[in-house]
């Protein structure tokens, strides 16, 4: 197995809009961990995130970029670059099969340290409220934002609530959002995402 050292150059933004409205669940990433939770712990991927993967004593610089409401990354090595790929994998992997000759596979969460304590630590320091995913049935449900209220109709949940779900309806694949605010329990439906 190859070795990674991973170091961020620059950390990136946290979009409001991105990570926290309805397309969030493509700049959140689950860390796999042995601690028995119920629930999973997501991780934020930064718009404009950099880091340096030296893998074989070879630099891979890896930028995350924004494709409409997704995350998409580009990579560089000396004088190797790619086009935009889905995921840091395919970035990095593309460059090291061409400087390597060889067609070995990197893995993403590795290649972006996310496997690092101190690097998820750092991922995390602007955040107050910790997301996290876990199952109802055959939903995959996201809490990005929790508030709390003294309304039982709610379930004393409050303004600042935020959560996602995606489930095909009528054939369809469609993200549910919702939010709440002062007054309100607000539910939208998108769909074509």
């Given at each position: 197995?190859l070795k990674y050292k991973v170091t961020i150059i620059l950390q990136g933004k946290l979009i409001?809009?991105?990570?926290?409205?309805?397309?969030?669940?493509?700049?959140?990433?689950?860390?796999?961990?042995?601690?028995?939770?119920?629930?999973?712990?997501?991780?934020?991927?930064?718009?404009?995130?950099?880091?340096?993967?030296?893998?074989?004593?070879?630099?891979?610089?890896?930028?995350?970029?924004?494709?409409?409401?997704?995350?998409?990354?580009?990579?560089?090595?000396?004088?190797?670059?790619?086009?935009?790929?889905?995921?840091?994998?395919?970035?990095?992997?593309?460059?090291?099969?061409?400087?390597?000759?060889?067609?070995?596979?990197?893995?993403?969460?590795?290649?972006?340290?996310?496997?690092?304590?101190?690097?998820?630590?750092?991922?995390?320091?602007?955040?107050?409220?910790?997301?996290?995913?876990?199952?109802?049935?055959?939903?995959?449900?996201?809490?990005?934002?929790?508030?709390?209220?003294?309304?039982?109709?709610?379930?004393?949940?409050?303004?600042?609530?935020?959560?996602?779900?995606?489930?095909?309806?009528?054939?369809?694949?469609?993200?549910?959002?919702?939010?709440?605010?002062?007054?309100?329990?607000?539910?939208?439906?998108?769909?074509?995402?």
């Amino acid at each position: 197995m190859l070795k990674y050292k991973v170091t961020i150059i620059l950390q990136g933004k946290l979009i409001q809009n991105l990570h926290f409205g309805p397309y969030a669940k493509d700049w959140w990433i689950s860390c796999p961990t042995h601690n028995g939770l119920t629930y999973t712990l997501l991780y934020p991927i930064h718009l404009g995130m950099k880091t340096i993967t030296t893998v074989n004593q070879h630099d891979f610089i890896i930028t995350v970029v924004q494709n409409n409401f997704e995350p998409e990354y580009i990579c560089q090595s000396e004088a190797l670059q790619n086009n935009i790929c889905q995921s840091s994998s395919k970035a990095i992997t593309s460059i090291y099969q061409q400087a390597f000759s060889t067609k070995t596979r990197l893995d993403s969460l590795l290649v972006m340290g996310y496997d690092d304590s101190e690097i998820c630590k750092m991922l995390l320091s602007d955040i107050y409220f910790h997301p996290y995913t876990f199952k109802i049935g055959n939903l995959n449900v996201i809490i990005f934002e929790i508030g709390k209220s003294n309304n039982p109709d709610w379930n004393y949940a409050g303004k600042g609530y935020r959560s996602s779900f995606v489930h095909n309806f009528c054939k369809t694949r469609m993200i549910f959002f919702q939010e709440f605010n002062n007054n309100n329990a607000i539910a939208r439906i998108y769909q074509n995402f």
